[in-house]
T-cell receptor, first 112, second 111 residues
Framework: NAGVTQTPKFRVLKTGQSMTLLCAQD?????MYWYRQDPGMGLRLIHY???????AKGEVPDGYNVSRLKKQNFLLGLESAAPSQTSVYFC???????????FGDGTRLSIL | DAKTTQPTSMDCAEGRAANLPCNHS???????VYWYRQIHSQGPQYIIH???NNETNEMASLIITEDRKSSTLILPHATLRDTAVYYC????????????FGGGTRLMVKP
């Protein structure tokens, strides 16, 4: 039972490069989320989705785009990476009606 | 969602109960109290949640005061593996089920 799987686990980028982080869940959850966590801080919501084909902005959406083409996948894109986007990125999913969120193990992204 | 206040850090002796407080004095009637923890930069792990009644599961107990302005998470017999950052989050169960993480409490369980 995989739960929430994030790919890749680590990545180093140069400023201006682009990349896509993949999140996959096998729990048939409606809701999915992308967070970032900077050192010594709590998680901050970037974007989220309440269903296939829908996305919405969270607390810190600038510089990121997302897509939810399939229910089980939620993609986070950085079109032109900046050093300020160096962080650990967590994906989560949940069912509806107040069910708790389940988190992946994170993607550690460094931008030089 | 209502704001929460937690101590920055706490220590607990191994085998003793760990009692982690959370203040949420502005909580609304439809807001739940959720607890998550994060062990050494892993993804956060759900522990327990409640509305107004005390709750217990295999991991912990949640005690919510009668006025709902504060709560306490209790780990009955703390082990070294319970060392983590514990987040208390107040949230209404609306569309999206979004969570707002604060700084949490860093619990250190000592032998």
């Amino acid at each position: 039972n995989a739960g929430v799987t994030q790919t890749p686990k680590f990545r180093v980028l140069k400023t201006g490069q682009s990349m896509t982080l993949l999140c996959a869940q096998d729990m048939n959850h409606e809701y999915m989320y992308w967070y970032r966590q900077d050192p010594g801080m709590g998680l901050r919501l970037i974007h989220y989705s309440v269903g296939e084909g829908t996305t919405a902005k969270g607390e810190v959406p600038d510089g990121y785009n997302v897509s939810r083409l399939k229910k089980q996948n939620f993609l986070l894109g950085l079109e032109s990476a900046a050093p300020s986007q160096t962080s650990v990125y967590f994906c989560a999913s949940s069912g509806t009606h107040g069910e708790p969120q389940h988190f992946g193990d994170g993607t550690r992204l460094s931008i030089l | 969602d209502a704001k929460t206040t937690q101590p920055t850090s706490m220590d607990c002796a191994e085998g003793r109960a760990a009692n982690l407080p959370c203040n949420h004095s502005t909580i609304s009637g439809n807001e739940y109290v959720y607890w998550y923890r994060q062990i050494h930069s892993q993804g956060p792990q759900y522990i327990i949640h409640g509305l107004k009644n005390n709750e217990t599961n295999e991991m912990a107990s949640l005690i919510i005061t009668e006025d709902r302005k504060s709560s306490t998470l209790i780990l009955p017999h703390a082990t070294l593996r319970d060392t983590a950052v514990y987040y208390c989050i107040v949230r209404a169960n609306n569309a999206g089920n979004m969570l707002t993480f604060g700084g949490g409490t860093r619990l250190m369980v000592k032998p």
